[in-house]
């Protein structure tokens, strides 16, 4: 499968803290997406990091990316309860398709 | 304008029904996608548009008929469905660039689809 794998599966941390989601990727990309969804709704696009960008800032979120180690990072600073939500990341490649990857489910907790 | 709607929200229907999904979106995309997505699995490609234009077609079955009527709407036709198609079935639109048909996709809420 082209699927994307994301790590941790599920995270659960305290308001004002700082949560963290890895994903990796098994072929090469022209871009990668961060997208969150809240209760099996619609999709919401966070940020989009290009294959010769390293690193990318909007708000409280900081995106990394790693094409030697087929991997991104997402960083959710300062965290707050309505960014409870699965958090799923989206390559793009060769096929010009977006590849989702798992999904980590954030839990944050008041 | 930055929504996709997507009309029902809930559907349930019987193996032998005939039903539409509506999709639409006044964003001025050219590109606009259905996914289906299954409880705590991540969205997976179903169809693609690009010009209303069918370019991507993702071996569906064909008990479900996709049609781009105009630019701002795009329908998902169903019949003869099974229980294992019950999901949650997302439009999204995107401005397709060069060759490529992906960008930062703008998703509806998606339409939960029970089949019985």
């Known amino acids: 499968s082209q699927q994307g794998e994301e790590d941790p599966q599920a995270l659960s941390i305290q308001e004002g803290e700082n949560a963290t989601m890895n994903c990796s990727y098994k072929t090469s990309i022209n871009n990668l997406q961060w997208y969150r969804q809240n209760s099996g709704r619609g999709l919401v696009h966070l940020i989009l990091?290009?294959?010769?960008?390293r690193e990318k800032h909007s708000g409280r979120l900081r995106v990394t990316l790693d094409t030697s180690k087929k991997s991104s990072s997402l960083l959710i600073t300062a965290s707050r309860a309505a960014d409870t939500a699965s958090y799923f990341c989206a390559t793009e490649g060769a096929t010009n398709k977006l590849i989702f990857g798992t999904g980590t489910l954030l839990a944050v907790q008041p | 304008d930055t929504e996709v709607t997507q009309t029902p929200k809930h559907l349930v229907m019987g193996m032998t029904n005939k039903k539409s999904l509506k999709c639409e979106q006044h964003?001025?995309?050219?590109?606009m996608y259905w996914y289906k997505q299954k409880a705590k699995k991540p969205p997976e490609l179903m169809f693609v548009y690009s010009y209303e234009k069918l370019s991507i077609n993702e071996s569906v079955p064909s008990r479900f008929s996709p049609e781009c009527p105009n630019s701002s709407l795009l329908n998902l036709h169903l019949h003869a469905l099974q229980p294992e198609d019950s999901a949650l079935y997302l439009c999204a639109s995107s401005h397709p660039l060069r060759v490529a048909y992906t960008d930062t996709q703008y998703f509806g809420p998606g339409t939960r689809l029970t089949v019985l």
């Open positions: 990091i290009r294959s010769n960008e």
């Open positions: 964003m001025g995309h050219r590109a």
